[in-house]
């Protein structure tokens, strides 16, 4: 039942081999990090910022976004927060900044690309939320739609300003670590090469896969060929696994296949070991990864790759589940 699931979700989270996974939760809003608290959540993996804009009638001030940062960084205090600098355009549009007509919306202006042409908006982002850290080590910078080293050089040189205005006011900052969000299919190969620029990797499945897959993640007309479990999606995440492994980066999932109990098992299996999910998800994946083992994991991996699509792959992995529940 859901109280069993969780009341044992204040359990560690650790296979029956003995492999700990670290759970996290995404978030959006203060209001919805206190589910993730009651779960269990050992962070939050993902802080996506555009929500506490969407919500607002106006552009939120350097101060106004401060005090939203401070309240969730204090209230998962001692526990890491990867707050994600504003994500907007595509399907994410802010009312009060001027419409851009784009024919291919999810392919134009969006992440980092309208944020870094906004310099400015971008800059008083990393200094609400470098005041915000307040000189400790809980926060940690992710970007979004990071597809060239130009445009990961530039957010990097806009943080190392931020930084060094804000030092010049008399103010104690600490240098956050930074991540960047694999999602753009042409940042992959790049890993190995920013191996010295940046700390760790986050895994956005839901754009990987739509750019992957060349198909809209928000079309219903398409919708049924969206599946994440695709075997190309899969060989990639192995890939990204692999490379980061080799760049001593640390790799997390953030998407909505962290939650995906199926998936769960393939990114376990992967070796995987951070999992970011919306914190109602928390109960369900920790006690399945609390009923496995990793070596199963490996082993349904191995025969997942052998199988050329999505539907038999999930087959495979439900028919496990099912025994092991
Ligand atoms: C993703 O793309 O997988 C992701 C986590 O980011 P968002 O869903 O906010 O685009
Ligand atoms: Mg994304």
Request: charged content about 20%; aromatic content about 4%; some cysteine.
């Amino acid at each position: 039942t859901d109280a069993r699931l969780v009341a044992e979700s204040k359990q560690p989270c650790v296979s029956l081999d003995g492999q700990a996974v670290a759970l996290l939760a995404n978030s959006g809003l203060q209001a919805d990090a206190e589910p993730g608290l009651r779960y269990g959540a050992e962070g939050i993996g993902l802080f996506r910022t555009e929500v506490p804009f969407m919500v607002r009638a106006s552009l939120p001030s350097e101060q106004e976004q401060a005090d939203i940062y401070a309240a969730v960084l204090r209230q998962y205090q001692g526990k890491p927060v990867y707050m994600r600098t504003l994500d907007i355009g595509s399907d994410k549009p802010l009312p009060y900044l001027p419409a851009v007509q784009e024919e291919n919306p999810a392919l134009g202006l969006r992440g980092v690309r309208y944020t870094l042409d906004n310099p400015a908006l971008l800059t008083i982002q990393l200094r609400a939320m470098l005041r915000a850290a307040d000189g400790n080590d809980q926060l940690r910078l992710l970007l979004p739609m990071i597809g060239s080293s130009g445009q990961l050089d530039e957010c990097l040189q806009l943080l190392d300003d931020a930084l060094q205005a804000l030092r010049q006011e008399g103010l104690t900052v600490v240098r956050p670590q930074v991540g960047i969000m694999v999602e753009v299919p042409s940042a992959i190969a790049l890993l190995p090469k920013w191996r010295d620029k940046i700390d760790f990797i986050s895994v956005g499945t839901n754009d990987l896969s739509q750019y992957l897959l060349a198909i809209d993640r928000n079309n219903s007309l398409v919708s049924r060929w969206y599946d994440a479990l695709h075997p190309a999606v899969l060989l990639e995440l192995q890939r990204i696994v692999s490379i980061a492994a080799a760049a001593e980066l640390p790799v997390s999932v953030c998407g909505e296949l962290a939650a995906d109990p199926q998936a769960v098992v393939l990114l376990l299996g992967m070796g995987i070991r951070q999992l970011s999910m919306s914190a109602a998800k928390i109960p369900a994946i920790k006690y399945l990864i609390r009923h496995l083992t990793v070596a199963q994991c490996q082993q349904l991996f191995e025969q997942a790759c052998e199988l050329d699509d999505a539907t038999a792959i999930r087959a495979l992995l439900q028919a496990f589940i099912d025994q092991q529940m």
